[in-house]
Structure formats: structure tokens, C-alpha cells
């Protein structure tokens, strides 16, 4: 799993630099909370893009997004700006999944995206 950490509104560039060099548009997936995802962006890319997520449910949510969509995707990027306290419970609930995931986590100290997991 790559971690993108940082308050920068533009992860999506960093994101989209990791993505391209193993995957093309086609197959990979971006999910997030309603209105969070960055519709251009995913236009431009022609990404398929779900927002399904719910603050309250979030590993819940995310657990049925994998179970219904195994093997559809290469990759997948969480694009939800998740707290530092869910990324275990995250890789957790990943780890018998073959695609590649992107975790986008907030960080208020960091302003300049820090990649974990390269």
C-alpha cells in the first residue's frame, strides 16, 4: 500500500504520477466520500469513480467496495484523506487483496505530500 500523506488539496497529482508508470485509466478505481473526489481530474483520466464512502462506516464501506469489485481493478486509490489512527485498521482489511492501493491520509503538519510504501 503507498500512504500519501500532506494538507495539500492537490494529492491527486502526486497520486496520478505513482499510478501511470504501472496502470493504465482503464484499470484503476478511485473512491471517497460524496463531493470529495476531484471530479476534472477523474474526468480527464477517464477513471471510474465511486463515492460510496461514509465517515461513520468508513472500514465497513470500504470492506463491501472490495468484496464487490475483486479483481475488476489493478488498482484502487482511497481518496478519502483518512486520520493517521486508520491506517493499520485500513492495511488490514487490504492485505488479502491483490490490487495495488493508494491511501490519501491527512496530515495537518505536513504540507507537502509525503509518500510512504513506494
Known amino acids: 500500500m503507498i500512504i500519501i500523506k500532506g494538507n495539500n488539496p ?6 496520478w ?10 484499470k484503476i478505481a478511485i473512491i471517497g466520500y460524496p463531493g470529495a473526489t476531484p471530479h476534472n481530474f ?7 469513480a465511486y463515492e460510496t464512502m461514509t465517515k461513520q462506516n468508513t472500514l465497513d464501506n ?21 486520520e493517521s489512527h486508520l ?6 482489511v487490504t492485505k488479502s487483496y491483490e490490487e495495488q492501493f493508494i491511501l490519501t491520509v491527512y496530515d495537518e503538519k505536513v504540507y507537502k505530500q509525503v509518500v510512504n510504501g513506494e
Open 10 to 15: 492537490r494529492k491527486i497529482d502526486k497520486i
Open 17 to 26: 504520477e505513482l499510478v501511470k508508470k504501472d496502470h493504465t485509466g482503464k
Open 42 to 48: 477523474i474526468r480527464a483520466k477517464q477513471m471510474p
Open 62 to 82: 470500504l470492506t463491501r467496495f472490495l468484496r464487490e469489485t475483486k479483481d475488476r481493478f489493478e488498482a484502487i486509490i482511497f481518496y478519502i484523506d483518512c
Open 87 to 92: 491506517i493499520e485498521s485500513i492495511k488490514e
